[in-house]
């Protein structure tokens, strides 16, 4: 079992960044891959980036490429998401997540769905 618990989120106006984090408990965390999904009021729910449980491969929406980087650290059961050059579009509440991701990154981003969930944390950027 995993838990994950978010942090970073805020208020920020365009072209800001942010650092999101994400905390694990579990013996397990570096057997998932973990990723990052965010939902904004009235949207579904999106894929943002995720990475692979040796941190080694990583892949993101076109939406975010070339703005946002994920990583992790396994010593420290932690995952980050550094958003850079926000925009007012990527407002919305940002959930880490954790999955076995047997369809490989781009199968578990499709599919919107995941093992474990954190709480979320709300990302607010102002134009």
């Known amino acids: 079992q995993v838990q994950l618990v978010e942090s970073g989120g805020g208020l920020v106006q365009a072209g800001g960044s942010l650092r999101l984090s994400c905390a694990a408990s579990?013996?397990?965390?570096?057997?998932?891959?973990m990723g990052w999904f965010r939902q904004a009021p009235g949207k579904e729910r999106e894929f943002v980036a995720a990475?692979?449980?040796?941190?080694?491969?990583?892949y993101y929406a076109d939406s975010v490429k070339g703005r946002f980087t994920m990583s992790r650290d396994n010593a420290k059961n932690a995952v980050y998401l550094q958003m850079n050059s926000l925009k007012p579009e990527d407002t919305a509440a940002y959930y880490c997540?954790?999955?076995?991701?047997?369809?490989?990154?781009?199968?578990?981003?499709?599919?919107?769905?995941?093992?474990?969930w954190g709480q979320g944390t709300q990302v607010t950027v102002s134009s």
């Open positions: 997540a954790a999955d076995l991701a047997r369809r490989g990154l781009r199968g578990w981003g499709s599919s919107l769905d995941s093992d474990h």
């Open positions: 579990g013996r397990t965390f570096s057997s998932y891959a």
């Open positions: 990475i692979s449980w040796s941190g080694g491969t990583t």
